[in-house]
């Protein structure tokens, strides 16, 4: 059973997950579930390339989260904005907006990704 509650922790709520169709975790998926009145959450996952890393927090309408993706690996990241701005790091390449999302690629490295999360509408 707490094996179940480890693996929901770190695939759901830190959002360290591996894409569809990836072998041995070189491609990563990055979609925390920011929950109710949780504020921030923190994880990591050792992978056949090394430590994946996420820590989100949010406060008002700010969300920041960080990632690391490990050498050798590439992550699609989900950063909550509703229709609200993103600032991110460097290199990350917007790839779409859906559903309130923006979603990023990036490459290893360390990554830091800063939304105002305004409603949908607003």
């Not at 992978?47 to 927090?57: A, E, F, L, M």
């Not at 989900?78 to 701005?85: I, L, T, Y």
């Amino acid at each position: 059973m707490l094996g179940a509650i480890d693996a929901w922790f770190t695939g759901r709520l830190a959002g360290i997950q591996q894409r569809p169709g990836s072998v041995g975790y070189r491609e990563l998926l990055i979609d925390p579930a920011t929950v109710g009145d949780l504020t921030s959450a923190a994880d990591s996952y050792t992978t056949p390339y090394g430590k994946v890393r996420t820590k989100w927090s949010r406060a008002g309408s700010t969300f920041r989260l960080e990632a690391a993706v490990p050498a050798g690996s590439t992550a699609e990241i989900h950063v909550p904005a509703g229709s609200g701005k993103v600032r991110a790091d460097g290199d990350a390449r917007l790839l779409r907006r859906e559903n309130g999302t923006a979603v990023y690629e990036v490459g290893s490295g360390t990554w830091t990704f800063v939304s105002t999360t305004v409603p949908n509408g607003s």
